[in-house]
């Protein structure tokens, strides 16, 4: 069993930055996928990134591409989302979740595809 939590969010301005961290406690950290999602109020959780267990591979949104950067530390048993250059359309709860292999780049969007999740930190960015 592998608990994930966040932190990191906050209110800030567009244009700005943040640093979301997930710790993870239990299991092999190194063995887990990692990847971030996010929900706004009223849509879908949309998947944002996600980092194989060794750090080698990365899968970004669209959306998210050149301005968020996915990166792990096995030492420490985390996983960090930079988040540059936000945007309105940013804001959401941001969760961090743990899957146990690195799938297709099409199966690595999907919430199914991921066994544990954290409760999730809010990211609120003010125009």
């Known amino acids: 069993q592998v608990q994930l939590v966040e932190s990191g969010g906050g209110l800030v301005q567009a244009g700005g930055s943040l640093r979301l961290s997930c710790a993870a406690s239990?299991?092999?950290?190194?063995?887990?996928?990692m990847g971030w999602f996010r929900q706004a109020p009223g849509k879908e959780r949309e998947f944002v990134a996600a980092i194989s267990g060794s750090g080698g591979s990365t899968v970004y949104a669209d959306s998210v591409k050149g301005r968020f950067t996915i990166s792990r530390d096995n030492g420490k048993n985390t996983v960090y989302l930079q988040v540059n250059s936000l945007k309105p359309e940013d804001t959401a709860v941001y969760y961090c979740?743990?899957?146990?292999?690195?799938?297709?780049?099409?199966?690595?969007?999907?919430?199914?595809?991921?066994?544990?999740w954290g409760q999730g930190t809010q990211v609120t960015v003010s125009s």
């Open positions: 979740a743990a899957g146990n292999a690195w799938y297709s780049s099409y199966d690595l969007r999907q919430v199914r595809e991921y066994n544990y």
């Open positions: 239990g299991g092999t950290f190194s063995s887990y996928t």
